[in-house]
């Protein structure tokens, strides 16, 4: 079966006042369909900038530069402004982290998201939408939808706005799903419902999801896959017991380093590594991780290393898992049992 989604060597930049921003270096990466990935990477990594290159959301600064971007087999990178508009929201739809910026809060709830399947449906009556809408904000069990639809933005608490968002983004059955740290500004409580509710829609619609998130317990829960990004880069790629079971970069094992048990906290935010993330203006020669990796060699501040197979259906991006890499103080060769 065809991934919904092949992203393929994308690069995007921004041009700054300071020079261009190279956001994203060259990622590869699917979306099978029915399942979730999951994008994580610390603050800055170009996690929001690839999402941005599928939606063409990069505003009057930021540019694909370089690379392919696939909707089913379909080229999305030539596309006009008016062909994206017709696939967001019809065929991909998002959620972001804050609710209110995508609301209008002048209008009572379940008119704006009336609106929205206007825009997508012009042939549906007012009725039939008032009762789509109905049926949608009882699809994302909001309390007393009848009584709700009338209700501002701003009468409606953090998780139940982000399940207006939900709907609305469901609304029109998207083939793929983003979801940029949907659930970050919610309570855990809510946040466990919110994930629930998602995953439930999921496997009724059978709708395919990219979820950005700092959370690695959301990716434990919701993701079959996990891409970690870094300096514009996709360091490893695996299915989610794999990755968890046995990472294969250093940077992962670093973001997992202090993740005491995933069955007791559910909850834990990837660990800050010590040092700084990489000028993106000025983009490292060699592997942007390679400043504050404790394994560097000479190479890796030299070149950029290639991909290499870590076993079934994944890759990592390290100098490490080459060959000829030294097997001494290797925490993928000698000792790895210790450094896992
Ligand atoms: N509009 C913009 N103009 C210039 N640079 C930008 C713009 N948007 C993002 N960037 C830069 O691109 C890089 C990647 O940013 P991105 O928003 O994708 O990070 P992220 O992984 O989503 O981080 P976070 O976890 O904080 O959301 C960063 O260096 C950021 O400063
Ligand atoms: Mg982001």
């Not at 060259?26 to 996690?47: A, C, M, Q, R």
């Not at 709907?167 to 946040?191: F, G, N, R």
């Amino acid at each position: 079966m065809e991934p919904i989604l092949q992203v393929r060597d994308l690069h995007t930049s921004f041009m700054t006042s300071n020079g261009e921003v190279h956001a994203v270096r060259g990622v590869s990466f699917n979306v099978e369909k029915g399942k979730t990935l999951g994008i994580v990477g610390e603050s800055g990594s170009g996690k929001s900038v690839t999402s941005l290159s599928i939606l063409k959301l990069l505003g009057t600064t930021g540019r694909v530069t370089a690379g392919s971007i696939k909707l089913d087999g379909e080229e999305l990178t030539g596309k006009s402004r008016k062909e994206m508009r017709a696939i967001r929201g019809a065929r991909i739809a998002m959620i972001f982290q804050d609710p209110m910026t995508s609301l209008n809060p002048l209008i009572p709830m379940g008119e704006q998201v009336g609106e929205m399947l206007w825009e997508h449906n012009r042939s549906m009556s007012k009725a039939e939408r008032q009762q789509k809408v109905l049926e949608l904000f009882r699809m994302v069990r909001i309390p007393e939808p009848e009584k709700r639809l009338k209700s501002y933005p701003h009468e409606f608490s953090g998780g139940m706005r982000q399940r207006v968002m939900i709907a609305m983004a469901l609304a029109c059955k998207p083939e793929l799903l983003i979801a940029d740290e949907p659930t970050t500004a919610l309570d855990v409580s809510i946040q466990d419902q919110i994930l629930k509710l998602m995953r439930a829609l999921q496997r009724e619609m059978g709708m395919s999801i990219m979820f950005i998130t700092h959370d690695l317990g959301v990716v434990a829960e919701l993701c079959d896959r996990v891409a970690v990004m870094y300096g514009g880069l996709l360091m490893e790629e695996a299915d989610i017991v794999d990755i968890f079971k046995r990472p294969m970069h250093p940077y992962t094992l670093g973001l997992m380093a202090s993740i005491p048990d995933m069955n007791q906290d559910k909850h834990v935010k990837l660990q800050p590594i010590p040092g700084s993330p990489p000028d993106m203006i000025h983009p490292p020669k060699g592997c942007p991780f390679a400043p504050r990796c404790p394994y560097a060699m000479r190479v890796c501040m030299e070149e950029i290393p290639p991909y290499a197979v870590t076993g079934e259906n994944r890759r990592s991006m390290c100098w490490l898992l080459d060959p000829e890499a030294p097997a001494a103080g290797n925490p993928f060769r000698q000792g790895r049992e210790a450094a896992v």
